[in-house]
């Protein structure tokens, strides 16, 4: 349902960050907002960039948006490839120490002797030498296994990433743990074409293929962070697709649960795949339900086909609160089991980043589970969901006003009559009707 009269805003790809976090290498480009004639003159000086006097070489996002990381992950264990002089693995520590983290650093690189003495004598670091072509001789099973978690692991030495990937995957990466491939940045490679390491050279532009190539084979175990990787743009970093979080196709399953104490009910909210969202659509040929959904104030359907998927999206993400603005949704199916089919849907839409608004929908399109008192919990978790992480401070919602099984579970949500919008929709056979809007604020 639209409001006509509201004007169209698109959401950017930037505000859009906080509801669609976690992504698979899939969904992504291997791109930069930054152009690539940029990327020299801001890497050029990279070598006088120091941390306590040590050479510690990252650039400004990396530096911003690496102590965010750490205090959001509160690593146990920091595994960092490639040392040089010792200055990040220096600021890494200093950091732990600053948020009062009780983890450990450790360092590897072939050749220890380039260390500056402030990194040789810090007792807080676990400097290893050796060479990460061997990495399962430098970092034995028997090590990894006794680490504690949640883990970070940097890999910052440009070789064998392939087979550096594949040996964490297999020996310690446990879901929640982060894993960062640093100088994905093809950009930044291909403008340095004229360096004389050569070899060097050709690994760096190779990197990204790599690691795109081994995360279409995981890329339901490791999703990228685009909080972090694209928090000043597009890829604005000099690692690209590459800040990624562990994880498992069960955690990517279950986003959200909601359960009745008193009545013990229980639902599930997640993502839905293709043959679910065709299962709600065939849902909606039923008599009964066409009846609802055109008493709902949705409109068309009952003539969709199975294969409409799009459309069905569309007819359900029409926004119609006055605040809304034309955006990205986040539409999730009502699970009672696990691996069930949906009973009905959830969705946020008509995201208003400015005033951090939204407007939220709901059906239980399954007639079997209808005044159950599903509806009410999906709606519940996906409200709290909003207001606690996605930071939203106002839901709205337009009902029609002769519904009132669904003002009421609003109601029960807290929800309250802002506004009554006489003769505002028009139904299927051409009558107009009363809309009320509601809203629902934060109390924080």
């Not at 070598?47 to 996002?61: A, F």
């Not at 205090?71 to 600021?91: C, D, R, V």
């Not at 407007?359 to 399954?366: K, R, T």
């Amino acid at each position: 349902m639209k409001n006509k009269s509201i004007h169209k805003s698109t959401i950017s790809e930037q505000q859009t960050l906080k509801y669609r976090r976690f992504v698979k290498i899939y969904d992504r480009e291997d791109r930069c907002d930054i152009p690539k004639s940029a990327w020299r003159p801001l890497t050029d000086n990279a070598y006088l960039q120091t941390w306590k006097g040590v050479l510690l070489e990252k650039d400004p996002m990396q530096i911003a948006a690496y102590p965010m990381l750490l205090y959001e992950l509160q690593p146990k264990t920091i595994i960092e490839l490639g040392a040089l002089k010792g200055g990040s693995a220096i600021w890494l520590a200093d950091h732990l120490e600053l948020f009062g983290i009780q983890g450990e650093v450790y360092c590897v690189d072939n050749d220890l002797s380039q260390l500056d003495e402030k990194a040789k004598t810090d007792s807080r670091i676990h400097f290893i030498e050796g060479d990460c072509q061997e990495i399962s001789a430098v970092l034995p099973t028997e090590l990894l296994s006794k680490l504690p978690h949640p883990w970070l692991v940097i890999e910052d030495i440009h070789d064998n990433l392939v087979g550096i990937l594949e040996h964490f995957h297999h020996n310690g990466l446990q879901t929640g743990d982060y894993l960062i491939i640093e100088d994905t940045n093809k950009f930044m490679w291909e403008v340095w074409d004229d360096w004389e390491d050569q070899e060097l050279i050709q690994r760096g532009l190779r990197k990204m293929d790599d690691l795109r190539s081994w995360s279409m084979k995981h890329q339901d175990e490791y999703l990228i962070d685009t909080y972090y990787q694209d928090m000043y743009g597009y890829n604005v970093s000099k690692n690209w697709n590459s800040i990624l979080k562990r994880t498992s196709i069960n955690e990517q399953k279950i986003l959200l649960e909601q359960e009745d104490k008193k009545t013990g009910a229980k639902i599930f909210l997640a993502s839905m795949e293709y043959i679910h969202i065709k299962h709600l659509i065939k849902l909606t040929q039923n008599p009964s339900t066409i009846n609802v959904m055109d008493k709902s104030g949705f409109l068309g359907l009952e003539e969709l086909k199975l294969d409409e998927t799009k459309k069905f999206i569309q007819a359900i993400s029409a926004y119609a609160c006055p605040y809304s603005r034309e955006s990205e949704i986040l539409l999730l199916g009502i699970y009672l089991e696990l691996k069930g089919l949906p009973i009905g849907y959830v969705i946020l839409k008509g995201f208003n980043m400015d005033l951090l608004t939204a407007e939220v929908g709901m059906a239980i399109l399954d007639k079997n589970y209808r005044n159950k008192g599903y509806g009410r919990l999906a709606l519940n978790r996906m409200i709290t969901y909003a207001f606690n992480e996605l930071h939203f401070q106002t839901i709205g919602a337009m009902v029609l006003r002769s519904n009132k099984k669904i003002i009421n579970i609003l109601k029960k949500n807290g929800f309250v009559i802002k506004e009554t919008l006489y003769k505002s929709w028009s139904m299927s056979n051409g009558e107009l009707v009363d809309m009320l809007w509601m809203e629902l604020k934060s109390k924080t």
